[in-house]
């Protein structure tokens, strides 16, 4: 686990609990600006330069995700969670990744505190505080999130990407441009260009519907890239299998490869605080 801060880098690792070959990491902003990070049974957040276990009294993996009202989103191979003032409240049982929690690939809360959940062969579902409902998306279900005019996408592990709005629907694919139907990572950014991730087709732009290759490898290579993000300054952040890309935008000078990681970025993430994490 590393976090970035204008041009400085510090690494966690074993000395901060954390061993050397975990599960997937996934990260979260707190109430207060802090960022929380979670890999299989670990949890921490990060304040005043020190990252602080939180004790969960349980050996379950978990993912989180941001939520809004103070709280902090968990899930765990039988439950959807919140963690509120400090105390963890189970919130639903009857959860779609019941045969396997990698079935659950990613969830977002929307700005009008819906979830959403990428479920893998499950496809996509909705928890409205209540319950769960699926959500007619191509499968399997990657990433899901929504940009700026609130159209929800979906990132596919081989059937493309699809943007669903309320009355319309519409999958992407090689036939409307895209490198590869399977995408690793997804992010919307706050100029509303949807950036992809991709396993060969590396980092694609698509903007007014037309989609743009970044072209961050030499002719005849393909780059395999798990995430994509933006930072506060407008730049893009590429992490893959090849380690961590920053590319200026608008792009100006070609993509700049950063000596640490090196390699086997898997996820990115922008703070409200505007520090980047990369696990």
């Not at 957040?45 to 993912?63: H, I, K, N, P, V």
């Not at 895209?178 to 919307?188: I, K, M, R």
Request: charged share 20%; hydrophobic share 35%.
């Amino acid at each position: 686990l590393m976090r970035w801060d204008r041009g400085s880098a510090r690494w966690f690792g074993p000395a901060d609990c954390i061993g050397s070959r975990v599960g997937r990491f996934t990260f979260a902003s707190g109430a207060g600006g802090e960022t929380w990070g979670a890999t299989g049974s670990f949890l921490a957040s990060y304040q005043d330069g020190q990252l602080r276990r939180f004790q969960t009294g349980s050996a379950e993996d978990m993912m989180i995700a941001s939520a809004g009202n103070g709280r902090l989103w968990i899930c765990t191979p039988t439950e959807l969670r919140e963690l509120v003032d400090g105390r963890m409240q189970t919130l639903s049982r009857d959860v779609p990744w019941k045969d396997g929690f990698l079935t659950l690939q990613h969830y977002f809360e929307d700005e009008s505190g819906l979830l959403w959940f990428a479920v893998g062969r499950h496809g996509l579902y909705r928890w409205d505080g209540t319950a769960f409902r699926s959500i007619e998306a191509p499968t399997p279900a990657k990433f899901v999130t929504k940009d700026r005019e609130g159209s929800l996408w979906v990132a596919t592990a081989g059937s493309g990407l699809a943007r669903l709005r309320q009355k319309t629907y519409r999958v992407f694919d090689t036939h409307s441009g895209l490198v590869e139907n399977a995408s690793n990572g997804l992010y919307a950014s706050p100029a509303g260009e949807i950036w992809l991730a991709n396993n060969t087709g590396g980092i694609l732009r698509l903007q007014d519907d037309q989609v743009q290759p970044l072209h961050l490898a030499p002719p005849g290579q393909s780059p395999s890239f798990n995430t994509v993000c933006t930072d506060q300054a407008g730049n893009l952040w590429a992490g893959g299998q090849d380690g961590l890309f920053l590319i200026p935008l608008p792009a100006k000078t070609g993509p700049q490869k950063l000596p640490v990681p090196s390699q086997n970025v898997h996820l990115l993430f922008c703070s409200r605080r505007g520090d980047l994490w990369f696990a």
